[in-house]
């Protein structure tokens, strides 16, 4: 049994005890895990990181203004979301992920300039190599968080580098099974595919917790 099996037959046995919009944001968010596993057992990256993110979506995503692809406030969002799943984690599964399962996928995607976002401002700006400092010093962070257990900006650093790659691949800024992107979302994959059921699993685990209003809750006209 994958993730997604053993996470639905748990959801469809206690999802009468859910409160409505916690419960709504894991049955969405499961549907899209299953998907996305779907893609990656076919070796299709792409449509597997489209799919993970989106059950990503459906499980951290508030209510924002209509007609906005993006919105301003992506990242407290995600400060947010990750807050309340840290306190769900009662056995810091998600910093074991971290440190012990995925620390080889995302020590290299961490080191990697072109999921960081002042790498692509300062190409667009000429700036040419302006954007090293920053680089080295973002890393340094990183393991440094790592290294004193701070989860929560383990996480937010680790989102920031996927939410680049996610903007590459929505937006149309990179080429589907392309030789190019490769390697990021080979790592990309292999992070969100773990931490996504995790994710869901912890919701499960913590229903009394304020997951927040669904964006485009189910409502009748």
């Keep these: 049994m994958n993730r997604h099996q053993a996470l639905k037959a748990r959801q469809r046995e206690e999802r009468a005890n859910y409160p409505e919009d916690m419960g709504l944001r894991v049955h969405r968010a499961l549907s899209w895990l299953g998907r996305a596993e779907t893609e990656r057992s076919t070796g299709d990256h792409d449509g597997a990181f489209v799919f993970y993110w989106i059950a990503f979506n459906a499980a951290y995503a508030g209510e924002i203004g209509d007609g906005l692809e993006e919105s301003p406030s992506a990242r407290e969002e995600f400060r947010q979301y990750f807050a309340s799943l840290l306190l769900a984690d009662k056995k810091s599964a998600i910093y074991d992920a971290i440190w012990t399962r995925f620390?080889?996928?995302?020590?290299?995607?961490?080191?990697?300039?072109?999921?960081?976002?002042?790498?692509?401002?300062?190409?667009?700006?000429?700036?040419?190599?302006?954007?090293?400092?920053?680089?080295?010093?973002?890393?340094?962070?990183?393991?440094?968080?790592?290294?004193?257990?701070?989860?929560?900006?383990?996480?937010?650093?680790?989102?920031?580098?996927?939410?680049?790659?996610?903007?590459?691949?929505?937006?149309?800024?990179?080429?589907?099974?392309?030789?190019?992107?490769?390697?990021?979302?080979?790592?990309?994959?292999?992070?969100?595919?773990?931490?996504?059921?995790?994710?869901?699993?912890?919701?499960?685990?913590?229903?009394?917790?304020?997951?927040?209003?669904?964006?485009?809750?189910?409502?009748?006209?």
């Excluded at 961490?110 to 040419?128: C, E, I, K, M, T």
């Excluded at 590459?168 to 490769?182: K, L, P």
């Design 103 to 221: 620390s080889g996928p995302i020590r290299i995607l961490l080191d990697n300039p072109y999921v960081f976002a002042p790498f692509w401002n300062s190409n667009r700006a000429g700036d040419g190599d302006a954007w090293k400092g920053a680089f080295a010093r973002s890393v340094d962070v990183a393991h440094s968080a790592v290294e004193q257990k701070d989860t929560q900006r383990v996480l937010e650093i680790i989102f920031d580098r996927l939410y680049v790659l996610r903007n590459q691949v929505m937006h149309g800024g990179a080429t589907w099974n392309s030789s190019v992107n490769r390697d990021q979302l080979r790592d990309g994959v292999a992070i969100l595919g773990w931490l996504i059921p995790l994710f869901i699993e912890l919701m499960m685990d913590a229903p009394e917790l304020d997951w927040k209003r669904p964006y485009y809750p189910v409502v009748e006209a």
